[in-house]
Nanobody, 115 residues
Framework: QVQLVESGGGLVQPGGSLRLSCAAS????????MNWYRQAPGKERELVAT???????NYPDSVKGRFTISRDNSKNTVYLQMNTLKPEDTAVYYC?????????WGQGTQVTVSS
């Protein structure tokens, strides 16, 4: 079955960095775009990064220049490097993939940016 398992969240001070990982299984990882979303308390879930099959990337303006998504097809893993973190980046971060038949989400990992 399809599984997405995130790791790497935690508490970090403003201006700090974290790297999230998402280990995928149950599908042909290299054949699908992978996404990172986040959801802050009281807010809608928002897309923060996408990596395409060809390795292209997309980001919203809110994280562009600070976040970098990458993928290692040999490890079936997608990463989110987050730099210059701000308090407004505090959220649960989710790994996501949309397969032909449905979309799947990981369980989420909490990122808290606070001094």
């Amino acid at each position: 079955q399809v599984q997405l398992v995130e790791s790497g969240g935690g508490l970090v001070q403003p201006g700090g960095s974290l790297r999230l990982s998402c280990a995928a299984s149950g599908f042909t990882f290299s054949s699908y775009a992978m996404n990172w979303y986040r959801q802050a308390p009281g807010k809608e879930r928002e897309l923060v990064a996408t990596t395409t099959v060809a390795g292209g990337t997309n980001y919203p303006d809110s994280v562009k220049g600070r976040f970098t998504i990458s993928r290692d097809n040999s490890k079936n893993t997608v990463y989110l490097q987050m730099n210059t973190l701000k308090p407004e980046d505090t959220a649960v971060y989710y790994c996501h993939v949309k397969l032909i038949w449905r979309a799947y989400w990981g369980q989420g990992t909490q990122v808290t940016v606070s001094s």
